[in-house]
């Protein structure tokens, strides 16, 4: 059995990307491997290493023991990303459905939460104008942005998916298929088409209402909430 030292050890001198293909081999180690990464994830609460922190907190949420859970409640209640609202909207249901790695649940949920931030009149539609969108308060997309990113390693999200638009000259037409919305001539069919799981391609989740034109997501991709990520 590896002293818990040591492997607290391997995980603060590796790189982000190597702390990623670490933490499944401690969790593998059992009892000891979780309480290192209970220790290390206590030292970890100022972090900008979100991706990290948030496999960690992951592979501690599904653990599911005794130990676990009560670390995780007195210490982590709401997650490792701060659930940060200016319009008094509850990320906690996206958190946990994204800890749980239930991305069709999380994909529900932000939407649901997108409307929220709308108003009331969103909420009825269950869908949102692109006139809505520049309304969201910065705090809010970055908040539903990182929680996607922290519990997919990165492949997932806004801002992700911003990314790869840009990489092909803002070409929606050249997206959807890197994102697998498209395959071809034929759009992707909800929901048993898309992947719900990190087997799918970077930015393939969270989706949009892309069927009813490029509007929306365009509005996405223009706000204001990604100018220090772009």
């Not at 991706?51 to 009560?70: D, F, I, R």
């Not at 970055?142 to 840009?166: N, P």
Request: charged letters at 20%; aromatic letters at 12%; hydrophobic letters at 40%.
């Amino acid at each position: 059995m590896q002293d818990i030292k040591d492997l607290i050890s391997q995980l603060e001198s590796e790189s982000e990307k190597n702390q990623l293909k670490l933490i499944p081999q401690i969790v593998e180690i059992g009892d000891s491997g979780y309480q290192a990464l209970m220790t290390w994830l206590s030292a970890q609460k100022n972090s900008p290493n979100y991706l990290s922190t948030g496999k960690v907190y992951q592979a501690l949420y599904q653990a599911n023991t005794p130990e676990t859970k009560e670390f995780l409640q007195a210490k982590f209640p709401q997650g490792v990303i701060p659930l940060t609202s200016e319009k008094n909207i509850d990320y906690l249901s996206l958190q946990q459905s994204l800890a749980q790695q239930d991305f069709q649940q999380a994909d529900l949920i932000t939407i649901q939460k997108m409307c929220e931030l709308a108003g009331e009149a969103s909420v009825e539609r269950k869908w949102l104008y692109f006139t809505e969108i520049s309304s969201f308060p910065i705090a809010d997309f970055q908040t539903i942005d990182q929680l996607w990113q922290a519990h997919s390693e990165g492949k997932f999200g806004f801002s992700v998916q911003r990314k790869i638009w840009l990489s092909v000259g803002k070409d929606f037409n050249k997206l959807w298929p890197k994102i697998k919305w498209k395959d071809e001539n034929n759009w992707t069919r909800y929901p048993n088409e898309f992947i719900w799981s990190l087997e799918a391609p970077r930015g393939h989740l969270p989706l949009s209402n892309q069927l009813r034109g490029v509007r929306v997501i365009a509005a996405i991709f223009d706000h204001p909430a990604w100018s220090k990520v772009s």
